[in-house]
């Protein structure tokens, strides 16, 4: 039962362009939602991060939109530079009891110059 | 940095023999996750611990046990290896508070012969 879902294993972009990531879920009970992403051979940094009570969060160049009637995400980068090639997750989670944290399988996101 | 350490951080070991993993945190965080990073499947959660002796199960739990007996160890063993469990094990720490992210240690690469 995958509760995070990202459908798209990878995505290429040609840098100075836009870059849109998405991510779906399935647990209506899901309030707290994060980006990270990962280099090789590291483990995954914090990206930017939303609250069900918002529909958008920004942070320089990155934005993570909201639709909670849609049980949908997305992560958008601009403009997209050679650094932000790495594979990228989102995760989601319960702010109630035993905060279970649940990622998605991740997009590999490489930006060609 | 979050001050998350694993140890070992590379092992190879025989099919049958147990495995132990350790995470050692100096942030006094509550939460504490394992999860297996494999191709295709991205991060899936194994256990979590929310407390001392305080641990539930996550979505891939079988063949895996863990302990908490203190705040900063949170200990994963595998008690009879087998191949399947070739996998990069990451360690993850999260505070109380709803809107916090989790971070992750570097990851321990575990080779099942």
């Known amino acids: 039962d995958q509760q995070v879902k990202q459908n798209s294993p990878s995505l290429s972009v040609q840098e100075g362009r836009i870059s849109i990531l998405n991510c779906d879920y399935t647990?209506?009970?899901?309030?707290?939602f994060l980006w990270y992403k990962k280099y090789p051979a590291e483990g995954p940094t914090f990206l930017i991060s939303i609250s069900s009570i918002k529909d958008k969060n920004e942070d320089g160049r990155f934005t993570v939109f909201l639709n909670k009637s849609a049980k949908h995400l997305s992560l958008h980068i601009v403009p997209s530079q050679p650094g932000d090639s790495a594979v990228y997750f989102c995760a989601a989670s319960e702010g109630r009891g035993a905060q279970k944290l649940v990622f998605g399988q991740g997009t590999r996101l490489t930006i060609n110059p | 940095d979050a001050g998350i350490t694993q140890s070992p951080r590379h092992k190879v070991t025989e099919t049958g023999t147990p495995v132990t993993l350790r995470c050692h945190q100096t942030e006094n965080h509550r939460y504490m996750y394992w999860y297996r990073q494999d191709p295709g499947h991205g991060l899936r959660l194994i256990h979590y611990s929310y407390g001392v002796k305080d641990t539930d199960k996550g979505e891939v739990s079988d063949g895996y046990s863990v302990s908490r007996s203190k705040t900063e160890d949170f200990l994963l063993t595998l008690e009879s290896a087998t191949s399947s469990q070739t996998s990069v094990y990451f360690c993850?720490?999260?505070?109380?508070?709803?809107?916090?992210?989790?971070?992750f240690g570097q990851g321990t690469r575990l080779t099942v012969v």
């Open positions: 647990n209506s009970m899901f309030d707290y």
């Open positions: 993850a720490i999260r505070g109380t508070a709803v809107a916090t992210e989790a971070f």
